[in-house]
């Protein structure tokens, strides 16, 4: 059972960037594919990038494409989501999700068996 803990975010002006890192600790990383998901209050929880777990496809929510990256490093055991020209929009509670062996990797939360704790990013106008 792998644990995932997040580390990252927190309170940047519009346009500046962020870093999420997601950490996990058990054995097997490798064969996971990863996502990243936010939820703002009020509303569900919503995709925002995913990358499979042989790094071999990544995808993104129309509303980040361009400006967020994902990427993973499997020697680490850690996946990150590299976030550049921040808008208020991005304001949100997000979340890492694991699921194992998905080489297409899916877009909707009830598709993801792990789930890392949440961090807050919270971008200011």
């Known amino acids: 059972q792998e644990d995932l803990v997040q580390s990252g975010g927190g309170l940047v002006q519009a346009g500046g960037s962020l870093r999420l890192s997601c950490a996990a600790s058990g054995r097997t990383f490798q064969a996971l594919t990863m996502a990243w998901f936010r939820q703002a209050p009020g509303k569900e929880r919503e995709f925002v990038a995913a990358?499979?777990?042989?790094?071999?496809?990544?995808s993104y929510s129309t509303s980040v494409k361009g400006r967020f990256t994902v990427s993973r490093d499997n020697a680490k055991n850690a996946v990150y989501l590299q976030m550049n020209s921040l808008k208020p929009e991005d304001t949100a509670a997000y979340y890492c999700?694991?699921?194992?062996?998905?080489?297409?990797?899916?877009?909707?939360?009830?598709?993801?068996?792990?789930w890392g704790q949440g961090t807050q990013v919270t971008v200011s106008s």
């Open positions: 999700a694991g699921k194992l062996l998905m080489l297409v990797p899916p877009t909707a939360p009830g598709e993801y068996d792990l």
């Open positions: 990358i499979s777990w042989r790094s071999t496809s990544t």
